[in-house]
Protein backbone atom coordinates (compact mmCIF):
# COMPACT_ATOMS: atom_id res chain seq x y z
CA UNK A 1 0.00 0.00 0.00
CA UNK A 2 2.80 2.57 -0.46
CA UNK A 3 2.50 2.94 -3.69
CA UNK A 4 1.68 6.26 -4.93
CA UNK A 5 -1.61 4.72 -6.58
CA UNK A 6 -3.54 4.84 -3.67
CA UNK A 7 -7.23 4.94 -3.60
CA UNK A 8 -8.72 7.48 -1.35
CA UNK A 9 -9.63 6.24 1.64
CA UNK A 10 -13.35 5.71 1.47
CA UNK A 11 -13.19 4.57 -1.19
CA UNK A 12 -11.23 1.62 -0.22
CA UNK A 13 -13.32 1.31 2.58
CA UNK A 14 -16.21 0.38 0.11
CA UNK A 15 -13.90 -2.25 -1.67
CA UNK A 16 -12.36 -3.89 1.95
CA UNK A 17 -16.24 -3.86 2.61
CA UNK A 18 -16.71 -6.52 -0.13
CA UNK A 19 -14.97 -9.09 1.75
CA UNK A 20 -16.62 -11.97 3.83
CA UNK A 21 -17.57 -10.66 7.08
CA UNK A 22 -16.63 -12.78 10.02
CA UNK A 23 -19.84 -14.01 12.21
CA UNK A 24 -19.58 -11.95 15.91
CA UNK A 25 -19.39 -15.54 17.68
CA UNK A 26 -16.95 -16.87 15.47
CA UNK A 27 -13.88 -14.70 16.51
CA UNK A 28 -11.09 -16.26 18.03
CA UNK A 29 -9.33 -15.80 21.37
CA UNK A 30 -8.30 -12.30 21.24
CA UNK A 31 -5.13 -14.11 21.54
CA UNK A 32 -4.99 -15.34 17.98
CA UNK A 33 -5.59 -12.18 16.35
CA UNK A 34 -2.78 -10.57 14.08
CA UNK A 35 -0.87 -8.22 16.03
CA UNK A 36 -0.98 -4.86 15.43
CA UNK A 37 2.27 -2.53 16.22
CA UNK A 38 1.42 1.47 16.17
CA UNK A 39 4.31 1.43 13.49
CA UNK A 40 3.11 -1.16 11.25
CA UNK A 41 -0.51 -1.30 10.90
CA UNK A 42 -3.50 0.42 9.07
CA UNK A 43 -5.08 3.32 11.42
CA UNK A 44 -7.41 5.32 10.09
CA UNK A 45 -8.71 7.67 12.58
CA UNK A 46 -7.31 9.00 15.98
CA UNK A 47 -9.78 10.99 18.96
CA UNK A 48 -8.98 12.35 22.53
CA UNK A 49 -10.93 11.09 25.50
CA UNK A 50 -10.47 12.89 29.01
CA UNK A 51 -8.02 10.08 29.58
CA UNK A 52 -6.22 8.94 27.01
CA UNK A 53 -5.54 8.88 22.66
CA UNK A 54 -7.62 6.37 20.50
CA UNK A 55 -6.70 5.13 17.10
CA UNK A 56 -8.52 2.49 15.04
CA UNK A 57 -7.71 0.60 12.23
CA UNK A 58 -7.69 -2.68 10.44
CA UNK A 59 -9.43 -5.40 11.11
CA UNK A 60 -10.81 -4.24 14.43
CA UNK A 61 -7.60 -3.26 15.69
CA UNK A 62 -8.18 -0.55 18.65
CA UNK A 63 -4.85 1.44 20.17
CA UNK A 64 -4.79 3.43 23.21
CA UNK A 65 -1.68 5.92 25.00
CA UNK A 66 -2.44 7.95 28.01
CA UNK A 67 1.53 9.59 27.02
CA UNK A 68 0.76 9.97 23.40
CA UNK A 69 4.23 8.20 22.46
CA UNK A 70 3.88 4.64 23.67
CA UNK A 71 0.97 2.81 21.82
CA UNK A 72 -0.55 -0.40 23.61
CA UNK A 73 -3.31 -2.53 21.21
CA UNK A 74 -6.71 -3.09 23.46
CA UNK A 75 -7.86 -6.91 23.50
CA UNK A 76 -11.46 -8.58 23.08
CA UNK A 77 -12.43 -5.86 20.92
CA UNK A 78 -16.18 -6.88 19.54
CA UNK A 79 -15.44 -7.08 15.95
CA UNK A 80 -13.06 -7.94 13.11
CA UNK A 81 -14.54 -5.10 11.03
CA UNK A 82 -12.18 -2.43 9.92
CA UNK A 83 -13.06 0.09 12.24
CA UNK A 84 -12.66 3.36 9.99
CA UNK A 85 -13.39 6.57 12.02
CA UNK A 86 -13.87 7.02 16.32
CA UNK A 87 -15.64 10.18 18.12
CA UNK A 88 -15.24 10.73 21.70
CA UNK A 89 -17.50 12.63 24.18
CA UNK A 90 -15.27 12.62 27.73
CA UNK A 91 -14.13 9.58 28.29
CA UNK A 92 -16.69 7.88 26.23
CA UNK A 93 -16.44 6.82 22.55
CA UNK A 94 -17.68 5.60 19.54
CA UNK A 95 -15.95 4.15 16.41
CA UNK A 96 -17.70 2.80 13.33
CA UNK A 97 -16.49 0.84 10.18
CA UNK A 98 -17.44 -1.72 7.66
CA UNK A 99 -20.31 -4.33 7.85
CA UNK A 100 -22.24 -0.97 8.92
CA UNK A 101 -20.52 -1.55 12.68
CA UNK A 102 -20.74 0.89 15.62
CA UNK A 103 -18.64 -0.09 19.23
CA UNK A 104 -18.61 2.05 22.02
CA UNK A 105 -16.57 2.74 24.93
CA UNK A 106 -17.31 4.21 28.58
CA UNK A 107 -14.13 3.88 29.76
CA UNK A 108 -11.61 6.07 27.61
CA UNK A 109 -11.35 3.13 24.74
CA UNK A 110 -10.48 0.36 27.92
CA UNK A 111 -13.45 -1.95 26.96
CA UNK A 112 -15.64 -2.13 24.01
CA UNK A 113 -19.27 -3.20 23.69
CA UNK A 114 -20.72 -3.63 19.85
CA UNK A 115 -23.82 -1.52 19.49
CA UNK A 116 -24.56 -2.66 15.95
CA UNK A 117 -24.12 -4.70 13.04
CA UNK A 118 -25.43 -4.59 9.59
CA UNK A 119 -23.96 -7.51 7.63
CA UNK A 120 -25.24 -7.57 3.87
CA UNK A 121 -26.74 -11.12 3.65
CA UNK A 122 -28.33 -12.17 -0.47
CA UNK A 123 -31.24 -10.80 -0.48
CA UNK A 124 -33.87 -14.00 -0.29
CA UNK A 125 -37.20 -12.37 -2.31
CA UNK A 126 -35.99 -10.76 -5.93
CA UNK A 127 -38.71 -8.50 -5.91
CA UNK A 128 -38.65 -6.58 -2.97
CA UNK A 129 -36.58 -3.50 -3.60
CA UNK A 130 -32.70 -3.62 -3.27
CA UNK A 131 -31.65 -1.45 -0.37
CA UNK A 132 -27.89 -0.21 -1.43
CA UNK A 133 -27.39 0.89 1.87
CA UNK A 134 -27.47 -2.71 3.47
CA UNK A 135 -24.83 -3.71 4.77
CA UNK A 136 -22.27 -0.56 3.48
CA UNK A 137 -19.24 0.08 5.95
CA UNK A 138 -19.86 3.60 7.80
CA UNK A 139 -16.83 6.00 7.25
CA UNK A 140 -17.76 8.74 10.10
CA UNK A 141 -19.05 9.39 13.38
CA UNK A 142 -19.36 12.69 15.09
CA UNK A 143 -20.89 12.28 18.95
CA UNK A 144 -21.98 15.88 20.13
CA UNK A 145 -23.28 14.30 23.75
CA UNK A 146 -22.78 11.50 25.06
CA UNK A 147 -26.37 10.70 24.45
CA UNK A 148 -26.72 12.16 21.08
CA UNK A 149 -24.71 11.89 17.72
CA UNK A 150 -24.47 10.64 13.96
CA UNK A 151 -22.84 7.97 11.99
CA UNK A 152 -22.35 8.53 8.20
CA UNK A 153 -21.41 5.99 5.13
CA UNK A 154 -21.77 4.86 2.16
CA UNK A 155 -24.94 5.69 -0.26
CA UNK A 156 -25.58 8.52 1.80
CA UNK A 157 -26.28 6.53 4.97
CA UNK A 158 -26.91 8.67 8.27
CA UNK A 159 -27.62 7.20 11.27
CA UNK A 160 -28.86 9.17 14.57
CA UNK A 161 -28.76 8.11 18.56
CA UNK A 162 -30.39 9.98 20.85
CA UNK A 163 -29.59 7.17 23.70
CA UNK A 164 -26.00 7.26 23.21
CA UNK A 165 -26.03 4.41 20.14
CA UNK A 166 -28.58 1.86 22.17
CA UNK A 167 -30.80 2.43 19.26
CA UNK A 168 -29.59 3.88 15.28
CA UNK A 169 -32.23 5.14 13.18
CA UNK A 170 -31.16 5.85 9.35
CA UNK A 171 -32.28 9.39 8.32
CA UNK A 172 -32.97 10.60 4.90
CA UNK A 173 -31.26 13.18 3.39
CA UNK A 174 -33.35 13.49 0.07
CA UNK A 175 -30.00 12.99 -1.60
CA UNK A 176 -31.20 11.75 -4.78
CA UNK A 177 -33.60 15.07 -4.94
CA UNK A 178 -31.14 16.98 -6.77
CA UNK A 179 -29.56 16.07 -9.83
CA UNK A 180 -26.06 15.50 -9.28
CA UNK A 181 -22.49 16.52 -11.07
CA UNK A 182 -21.74 13.00 -11.78
CA UNK A 183 -25.12 12.88 -13.95
CA UNK A 184 -24.11 15.47 -15.85
CA UNK A 185 -20.76 13.86 -17.13
CA UNK A 186 -18.62 14.78 -14.33
CA UNK A 187 -16.70 11.97 -11.97
CA UNK A 188 -13.79 11.37 -10.46
CA UNK A 189 -12.37 10.01 -13.00
CA UNK A 190 -12.43 12.95 -15.41
CA UNK A 191 -10.92 14.47 -12.81
CA UNK A 192 -7.95 12.17 -12.40
CA UNK A 193 -5.35 11.28 -15.07
CA UNK A 194 -3.56 8.31 -15.78
CA UNK A 195 0.24 8.30 -15.05
CA UNK A 196 0.27 10.96 -12.59
CA UNK A 197 2.51 9.92 -10.11
CA UNK A 198 1.73 12.21 -7.61
CA UNK A 199 -2.07 11.58 -7.79
CA UNK A 200 -4.23 8.92 -8.14
CA UNK A 201 -5.81 6.79 -10.62
CA UNK A 202 -9.61 5.36 -10.15
CA UNK A 203 -10.91 3.27 -12.49
CA UNK A 204 -14.98 2.80 -12.27
CA UNK A 205 -14.59 -0.34 -10.32
CA UNK A 206 -12.88 1.64 -7.55
CA UNK A 207 -15.37 4.49 -7.61
CA UNK A 208 -18.43 1.83 -6.97
CA UNK A 209 -20.79 3.72 -7.88
CA UNK A 210 -23.04 1.39 -10.04
CA UNK A 211 -26.02 3.06 -10.71
CA UNK A 212 -27.20 4.52 -7.61
CA UNK A 213 -27.83 7.97 -7.22
CA UNK A 214 -26.76 8.95 -3.68
CA UNK A 215 -23.32 9.61 -3.10
CA UNK A 216 -21.20 8.03 0.00
CA UNK A 217 -21.14 10.24 2.45
CA UNK A 218 -17.13 10.76 3.71
CA UNK A 219 -17.28 12.69 6.88
CA UNK A 220 -19.21 15.23 8.79
CA UNK A 221 -18.65 18.26 11.02
CA UNK A 222 -20.14 20.70 13.57
CA UNK A 223 -19.87 24.37 13.53
CA UNK A 224 -19.97 26.88 16.39
CA UNK A 225 -23.01 27.78 15.79
CA UNK A 226 -24.36 24.19 16.24
CA UNK A 227 -25.08 23.97 12.49
CA UNK A 228 -24.04 20.22 10.89
CA UNK A 229 -22.27 19.99 7.49
CA UNK A 230 -21.49 16.56 5.49
CA UNK A 231 -18.79 16.69 2.76
CA UNK A 232 -19.27 13.41 0.21
CA UNK A 233 -18.00 12.43 -3.64
CA UNK A 234 -18.41 14.14 -6.32
CA UNK A 235 -18.89 17.86 -5.14
CA UNK A 236 -21.45 16.73 -2.76
CA UNK A 237 -22.00 18.23 0.36
CA UNK A 238 -25.13 18.87 3.14
CA UNK A 239 -25.71 20.86 5.77
CA UNK A 240 -28.36 21.33 8.75
CA UNK A 241 -29.40 24.38 10.55
CA UNK A 242 -31.94 21.78 12.61
CA UNK A 243 -29.86 19.85 14.60
CA UNK A 244 -29.69 17.04 11.61
CA UNK A 245 -33.71 16.58 11.38
CA UNK A 246 -33.43 17.87 7.96
CA UNK A 247 -30.51 18.36 5.52
CA UNK A 248 -30.28 20.62 2.57
CA UNK A 249 -28.20 19.52 -0.65
CA UNK A 250 -25.30 21.65 -2.08
CA UNK A 251 -22.50 21.20 -4.69
CA UNK A 252 -19.06 22.61 -4.00
CA UNK A 253 -17.17 24.28 -6.64
CA UNK A 254 -15.12 21.33 -7.56
CA UNK A 255 -16.80 18.13 -8.67
CA UNK A 256 -13.94 15.87 -7.29
CA UNK A 257 -14.45 14.12 -4.35
CA UNK A 258 -14.21 15.45 -0.38
CA UNK A 259 -13.06 13.47 2.07
CA UNK A 260 -13.09 15.68 5.26
CA UNK A 261 -14.77 18.60 6.46
CA UNK A 262 -13.56 20.73 9.67
CA UNK A 263 -16.49 22.91 11.57
CA UNK A 264 -15.45 26.58 13.72
CA UNK A 265 -16.96 29.07 15.25
CA UNK A 266 -19.90 30.71 13.69
CA UNK A 267 -20.92 29.36 9.96
CA UNK A 268 -17.12 28.95 9.38
CA UNK A 269 -16.43 25.01 7.61
CA UNK A 270 -13.05 24.04 5.56
CA UNK A 271 -13.49 20.80 3.06
CA UNK A 272 -10.89 19.04 1.95
CA UNK A 273 -10.17 16.25 -0.04
CA UNK A 274 -8.73 15.38 -3.49
CA UNK A 275 -5.99 16.42 -5.39
CA UNK A 276 -5.12 18.99 -2.69
CA UNK A 277 -8.38 20.93 -2.96
CA UNK A 278 -9.13 22.72 -0.13
CA UNK A 279 -12.17 24.98 0.21
CA UNK A 280 -13.62 27.65 2.55
CA UNK A 281 -16.73 29.22 3.76
CA UNK A 282 -18.03 31.23 6.13
CA UNK A 283 -21.72 31.30 5.23
CA UNK A 284 -22.26 27.27 5.88
CA UNK A 285 -21.56 26.94 1.91
CA UNK A 286 -23.58 29.69 1.04
CA UNK A 287 -20.39 30.97 -1.08
CA UNK A 288 -16.62 29.32 -1.08
CA UNK A 289 -12.67 30.83 -1.08
CA UNK A 290 -10.69 27.94 -2.50
CA UNK A 291 -7.39 27.85 -0.78
CA UNK A 292 -4.23 27.81 -2.72
CA UNK A 293 -2.05 24.46 -1.04
CA UNK A 294 0.07 23.97 -4.60
CA UNK A 295 -0.20 20.48 -4.23
CA UNK A 296 -2.12 18.07 -5.80
CA UNK A 297 -1.47 15.60 -3.48
CA UNK A 298 -5.19 14.06 -2.35
CA UNK A 299 -6.12 15.21 1.56
CA UNK A 300 -7.41 12.20 3.56
CA UNK A 301 -7.71 13.90 7.19
CA UNK A 302 -7.80 16.85 9.01
CA UNK A 303 -7.39 18.47 12.60
CA UNK A 304 -8.92 22.10 13.18
CA UNK A 305 -6.88 24.93 15.37
CA UNK A 306 -7.39 27.84 17.00
CA UNK A 307 -8.25 30.76 14.90
CA UNK A 308 -9.09 28.95 12.34
CA UNK A 309 -6.38 27.24 12.10
CA UNK A 310 -5.26 23.68 10.76
CA UNK A 311 -3.73 20.35 9.87
CA UNK A 312 -4.23 18.55 6.97
CA UNK A 313 -2.35 14.75 6.39
CA UNK A 314 -2.85 12.71 2.92
CA UNK A 315 -0.73 10.94 0.30
CA UNK A 316 2.42 10.48 0.09
CA UNK A 317 2.96 12.19 3.52
CA UNK A 318 2.11 15.59 2.75
CA UNK A 319 1.58 17.87 5.64
CA UNK A 320 -0.29 20.92 5.30
CA UNK A 321 -0.76 23.48 8.04
CA UNK A 322 -2.43 26.86 8.93
CA UNK A 323 -1.35 28.65 11.92
CA UNK A 324 -4.72 30.65 12.21
CA UNK A 325 -7.56 31.75 9.45
CA UNK A 326 -4.95 34.63 7.95
CA UNK A 327 -1.52 32.60 8.27
CA UNK A 328 0.12 31.22 5.18
CA UNK A 329 -0.15 27.10 4.00
CA UNK A 330 2.90 25.21 5.42
CA UNK A 331 3.48 22.40 3.06
CA UNK A 332 5.93 19.79 4.61
CA UNK A 333 6.10 15.98 4.15
CA UNK A 334 6.54 13.49 6.91
CA UNK A 335 9.03 10.44 6.61
CA UNK A 336 9.09 8.09 8.98
CA UNK A 337 12.07 6.20 10.95
CA UNK A 338 12.72 4.13 7.86
CA UNK A 339 12.21 7.18 5.76
CA UNK A 340 9.19 6.42 3.77
CA UNK A 341 6.42 8.75 3.20
CA UNK A 342 3.49 6.50 3.62
CA UNK A 343 -0.33 7.74 3.17
CA UNK A 344 -1.81 9.52 5.92
CA UNK A 345 -5.38 9.48 7.00
CA UNK A 346 -5.40 10.65 10.22
CA UNK A 347 -4.26 13.91 12.60
CA UNK A 348 -4.29 14.96 15.68
CA UNK A 349 -2.60 18.48 16.74
CA UNK A 350 -0.75 18.23 20.49
CA UNK A 351 -0.67 21.71 22.67
CA UNK A 352 2.85 21.72 22.17
CA UNK A 353 2.34 21.94 18.25
CA UNK A 354 3.72 18.70 17.36
CA UNK A 355 1.07 16.60 15.77
CA UNK A 356 0.40 12.58 15.75
CA UNK A 357 -0.27 11.20 12.49
CA UNK A 358 -1.59 7.89 11.48
CA UNK A 359 -1.82 6.03 8.34
CA UNK A 360 -0.84 2.80 6.47
CA UNK A 361 2.04 2.86 8.64
CA UNK A 362 0.72 3.37 11.87
CA UNK A 363 0.79 6.29 14.33
CA UNK A 364 3.60 8.18 14.97
CA UNK A 365 4.43 11.87 16.39
CA UNK A 366 5.56 14.81 14.28
CA UNK A 367 7.15 17.51 14.76
CA UNK A 368 6.92 20.44 11.83
CA UNK A 369 10.07 21.83 10.52
CA UNK A 370 12.03 18.75 12.32
CA UNK A 371 11.33 16.04 9.31
Request: overall charge negative; charged content about 20%.
Amino acid sequence: MTSNRWMPLGVLALALAATPAVAQDALPPSSELMPLTATQGLILDMTETDSRAIAVGARGSILVSESRSDWRQIENVPTRATLTAVSAIGNAAWAVGHDGTIIASRDGGLTWALQRVDVQHPQEDPNLPFDPRQGVPLLDVLMLTPEHGFAIGAYSQLLRTDDGGTTWTFVPTAADSSTAQADEGIDDEDILEEGDEDSMTLSDDDLALDEESEPHFNAIARTGSGALFIVGERGAAFRSRDDGHTWERLELPYAGSMFGVLGYAGDHVVAFGMRGNVFESRDLGDTWIQIETDTELSLMGGAAVDAGGFALVGVNGIVLTRANAGAPIVSRLYANHAQETPVLSGVLARPDGSLLVAGEKGVDRFAPGTK
